[in-house]
């Protein structure tokens, strides 16, 4: 039996996915032991710190994650930065393949004059605030303005947008943070549009987060109907043979058409509008658009332009990988050849692919890499140290630190009817989790 040693850095998805491809692989000839790292106390990646609080049942698939976590050849290394705390030089030394699960954390630019005024902030870092990340407890964005943009028209744009427009009491029974639920609470904002710059028919909205729009109770969804009849007749035939074009189209023209409750909060999808300048004195107070419409399937400015109200701007258009030193970032992700980075050194996930796909899409891709990680085994494996000899003991969040926390803030969750509460700032959670800021 040939035992390999796999350092996998990342504890999101697409780490655990991986860790669960390889246990899929052990056989009478070959078994691994999977250190996880994490930089963060505690692991789970976007599903924690990205998922909406008011999506629970997404985040169940982390009862996977801790059925792989409980297995004897799993260790957690939370608290652990790559880069920072240890180098790739030495996981390679150590590990006979290191699997980079790193994600991608930073929110990408508009690139246009205003950006910087107070009220502009990224989703990157509007939604871990709200999630409680405790790297972004004190982003604290001002909602006592009436006017929200959301710049964007992926899934990410709709959650900011929908979290903007709920009522507060809607959030009360969720695992949102509780600094971001009393900022919720006090929220004066009531009219939320999401923009998009292209057509409704090019939109990245997947059709049940569309669908769920029209079964808010207490916020008006709007959509301009000609745009959805537009965008229909544009796309002609495609609406037979795309499913998913189809759904997402057929969702959008419900919405359009549905009936207006009177509610005070209102939340608009607006298609066909490119930000070109942020406006205001001292902070941001309107957004100048270029309009556009569609030719031969492509997006084109015309000479016309609006200005929309604006008391808070979040742009939701993507993000981008960290660098992480030792490895090459190529386009906002870790260069690869699907997959490998070099020898003995993979990746996987939104650090592979860029920021796109669901969480389930991480398991196949995953899945896909181990195939190539298991091909290309050394004959031998390293029979290495262990790397807890070359970690501080104290600095280390383990498995059973992690418990801790988790415990902690189920506990504090159920004494007030919630799920969880969560440790948002870094020394509870280091102290929970029985480790040391060093
Ligand atoms: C706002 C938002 C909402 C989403 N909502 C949904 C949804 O409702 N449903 C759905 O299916 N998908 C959703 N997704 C997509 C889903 O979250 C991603 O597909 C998935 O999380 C990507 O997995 P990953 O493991 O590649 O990255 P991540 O989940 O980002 O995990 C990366 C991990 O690496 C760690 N890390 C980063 N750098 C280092 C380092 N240098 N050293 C050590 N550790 C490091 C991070 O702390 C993190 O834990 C959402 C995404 C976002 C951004």
């Not at 796999?6 to 250190?35: K, M």
């Not at 109200?309 to 906002?332: F, H, K, M, Q, T």
Request: proline fraction near 5%.
């Amino acid at each position: 039996m040939k035992t390999y040693r796999v350092a996998i850095v990342g504890a999101g998805p697409a780490g655990y996915f991986t860790a669960q491809a390889l246990n899929n692989s052990c056989d009478n000839e070959r078994n691994f032991l999977i250190d996880m790292f994490d930089r963060l106390p505690t692991p789970w990646g976007l599903v924690r710190s990205g998922v909406a609080p008011d999506h629970p049942k997404i985040r169940t698939v982390t009862k996977v994650f801790e059925k792989i976590a409980a297995e004897p050849n799993y260790r957690y290394f939370g608290n652990v930065e790559l880069g920072r705390d240890v180098h790739i030089s030495d996981l390679e030394k150590l590990y006979d393949v290191v699997v980079l699960a790193t994600g991608t954390s930073l929110g990408k630019k508009l690139g246009i004059p205003g950006e910087n005024l107070p009220g502009v902030i990224s989703a990157a870092d509007f939604v871990p605030w709200y999630n409680g990340h405790p790297d972004y407890v004190d982003v604290n964005p001002s909602l006592t303005g009436k006017y929200a943009l959301v710049i964007g028209a992926g899934n990410v744009a709709m959650d900011c947008g929908r979290m903007l427009a709920l009522v507060s009491h809607e959030l009360s029974s969720t695992d949102i943070a509780d600094h971001a639920l009393e900022v919720f609470h006090n929220s004066s904002m009531r009219d939320v549009t999401i923009v998009g710059r292209r057509g409704p028919e090019h939109a990245a909205f997947t059709s049940p987060e569309l669908r769920e729009l029209p079964k808010l109770d207490q916020t008006d969804v709007f959509i301009d109907s000609q745009q959805i009849t537009e965008a229909i007749a544009r796309v002609g035939n495609r609406m037979e043979s795309e499913k998913d074009l189809r759904s997402n189209l057929e969702a959008m023209r419900e919405i359009a058409h549905a009936e207006h409750r009177g509610n005070e909060r209102r939340l608009s999808l607006a298609f066909l509008l490119t930000p070109l300048e942020i406006l205001g004195d001292g902070k941001v107070e309107q957004v100048r658009f270029s309009v556009n419409k569609v030719i031969d399937d492509k997006v084109i400015a015309t000479d016309e332009s609006i200005e929309l109200l604006c008391d808070l701007l979040i742009s939701a258009i993507g993000y981008e990988g960290l660098e992480i030193p030792g490895v090459s970032n190529e386009r906002g992700r870790i260069a690869n050849n699907d997959g490998k980075v070099r020898e003995g050194v993979y990746v996987v996930g939104w650090a592979k692919r860029g920021p796109s796909g669901v969480i389930g899409t991480n398991k196949s891709d995953s899945s896909e890499v181990v195939k190539k990680i298991i091909a290309e085994l050394p004959a031998t494996p390293k029979g290495a140290v262990d790397i807890s000899g070359s970690l501080s003991g104290e600095k280390v969040v383990t498995h059973d630190g992690w418990s801790a926390i988790n415990a902690a803030e189920l506990s504090a969750g159920e004494a007030v009817g919630r799920p969880r509460r969560k440790v948002v700032s870094w020394s509870e959670l280091l102290s929970l989790g029985g480790a040391k800021a060093t």
